[in-house]
């Protein structure tokens, strides 16, 4: 299952609610809160998250969630 990490700077963006809907939906997926990813510039502008090491953002916490939860089916 994947390795998804998100920025605990970036909940302002609403990035709490994709960690819980993820949470939920994918038990078994590895997510990790970090204080900070390193990618402040991104951060400040929308929401995001590393899934296997892959940089996504989108316009809003319930895009992002759509285009992690896309990912995570693939894999099945």
Same mark, same amino acid.
């Given at each position: 299952?994947?390795?998804?990490?998100?920025?605990?700077?970036?909940?302002?963006? !609403?990035?709490?609610?994709? *960690?819980?809907?993820?949470?939920?939906?994918?038990?078994?997926?590895?997510?990790?809160?970090?204080?900070?990813?390193?990618?402040? !510039?991104?951060?400040?502008?929308?929401?995001?998250?590393? *899934? %296997? %090491?892959?940089?996504?953002?989108? %316009?809003?916490?319930? %895009?992002?969630?759509? *285009?992690?939860?896309?990912?995570?089916?693939?894999?099945?």
């Amino acid at each position: 299952m994947a390795e998804i990490r998100f920025c605990e700077n970036n909940f302002s963006h !609403g990035t709490d609610e994709v *960690v819980e809907k993820i949470k939920k939906e994918f038990p078994k997926a590895a997510i990790d809160v970090e204080p900070c990813l390193g990618f402040c !510039g991104e951060c400040a502008q929308a929401p995001y998250a590393i *899934v %296997d %090491d892959e940089f996504i953002q989108a %316009d809003d916490p319930d %895009d992002l969630y759509e *285009v992690i939860r896309e990912k995570l089916s693939e894999e099945g």
